[in-house]
């Protein structure tokens, strides 16, 4: 089977997504959502669908409505989490709620999330599986609303455990990535174990991803980047390295820590909250969590009968060691 | 065919409702979820779903789930509408954004409505509709986000036309009305024709249902609606009244028109306003307007062959001529 690589995945979806941009009555129900479908970014859920679909199939047009499914419910949760963080840009553009207005942003969001669903229902109709597809989005997006809810629970506490936070980001990113390898594979007809095996992959790829997000924020280079280095220290978003070092150093060195990351609102300020990171030897061990992600997810491919994977375990590795 | 009556099928719904009351982790998404349920409410659209059941079937345990998933959806819509019209109290209790916060209200909103497809997916599982109820579901609910969107447009704009706001009503409205009888008639395994008569003779009620909404907030007795007299003027809703008004008296009168709308402040303030209802004769033309959506209805009930549709017939009526 010939495998098609991500770039020429990625233009065969840009090209269906734009052709199938929704309009309607009232429009401007439908402008915010062409206009976040047109915002770009990787493109990660829909491509690693039609990679699962192709791991059968060559031609992989019959997937691509579940592709576009998955886009949609991305970028759904995009619009109403920017609303919930009060995020000003996407992108380098403004978000939709600012854009739009608040309501714009809810009511579209809603639209998009109902269209998902109606292009599931589509995308599974020629193989009669549009239940069982629709069923393992619904599984799979209550998930990533408790994974929302549960980081904005966080932000109301101290600090999480290095386990909670695992578990949120399973929920919010990873949950995502796996249910979208899962349709692709339940579309291409594969068996039971196939489909699960690809779910888990999904799964460990997504976690190892936010990670190296995570990882990226301090150690990235701003230039490959494009984000400000210690952004989420600004923010005061607790990720993974505060999660790790609250939870490793001793509790009379907690407040002086946490004091460094109140006190951290200039990137000059950032460099008290760094050393800290280096007392708990936070790159090694991000590496370290990083790479068992990745060889737990690599293991999930070995049980993929007769098929090829090397595409994906090839992008696995590039989505996990990037640096941008 | 022994049919239910209303209440017999209301106190069913609201047993079915308390025992399925959603839990999970985080259980703060969940929360929200079960305070809106728990609010009460005529149950309109889950009883409609079992009455047109129970057209053909005189147990309706197979349809229970399904009208859970439209008082669901109906639910979700009422969670974020009321952020958008900033609603402070819903039926005497403060609305969920107020009693959680307007992430919480859209969050939750947001996994209710996911909930809302996952049950009506197992609701069709064993006559192996699923997909067809979900897609009917959809197409309804699209329709329900561009009535929303359409009364929010309305909004900025001087008035729209009579017909405007007619289909203003029948989308976000009428339409889960139509819906929720609809997927009944389908569980009970009804032909496509009576499936449709039934849509339609739900969107007509729909309509009824809501000018009657409009008629009360003028011509009812606020001891008995629990509701203020002229609320919807004092709120500057443009209800159908307002929009029949403008539409029907001279462009000159306009002015004056609306600067008593926007004068109204105050309970004492609204006499002027309804004199120019008085002037176009409001009371008859609404409940002339009215008449024909209980004609229309009706007329649609005859296409159900060999069934009793006198309860329908019953509850159409009992619904538009309402006083409360």
Not at 148 to 162: G, L, N, S
Request: proline share 4%.
């Amino acid at each position: 089977m010939s495998q098609q690589d991500y770039t020429s995945l990625t233009s065969r979806f840009e090209t269906y997504l734009s052709a199938h941009q929704p309009y309607g009555v009232p429009d401007t129900l439908y402008e915010p959502i062409r206009y976040i479908n047109d915002l770009g970014g990787k493109r990660i859920r829909p491509v690693l669908l039609l990679m699962a679909y192709n791991l059968w199939h060559e031609d992989v047009t019959p997937a691509l409505p579940a592709a576009l499914a998955v886009e949609y419910f991305h970028n759904f949760s995009l619009m109403h989490d920017d609303i919930m963080d009060e995020a000003p840009l996407r992108r380098g553009k403004p978000t939709v709620h600012i854009a739009y207005g608040r309501n714009s942003a809810i009511l579209s969001g809603d639209a998009l999330l109902i269209r998902c669903f109606d292009v599931l229902l589509e995308a599974g109709r020629h193989r009669g599986i549009s239940a069982d597809l629709c069923s393992c989005m619904c599984k799979a997006s209550l998930e990533i609303c408790e994974g929302q809810q549960m980081d904005m629970d966080f932000e109301k506490r101290e600090a999480p455990t290095e386990s909670e936070y695992l578990e949120m980001i399973r929920k919010k990113t990873a949950c995502l990535i796996g249910v979208s390898l899962q349709l692709g594979a339940m579309l291409a007809g594969a068996s039971q174990t196939e489909v699960s095996a690809l779910y888990r992959f999904g799964e460990q790829l997504g976690l190892g991803f936010q990670i190296q997000d995570d990882y990226l924020d301090i150690y990235g280079d701003a230039a490959r980047t494009g984000k400000q280095q210690g952004g989420d220290i600004l923010q005061g978003k607790k990720n993974f390295p505060f999660v790790h070092t609250y939870n490793t150093i001793s509790p009379s060195d907690r407040i002086q820590f946490l004091n460094d990351c109140v006190l951290a609102c200039h990137q000059a300020d950032i460099k008290p909250v760094i050393r800290w990171y280096e007392q708990v030897d936070m790159a090694h061990y991000m590496l370290d969590i990083q790479s068992r992600f990745l060889a737990s997810s690599m293991e999930e491919l070995d049980q993929l009968s007769d098929s090829d994977s090397s595409r994906l375990q090839d992008l696995a590795i590039r989505l996990m060691v990037r640096d941008h």
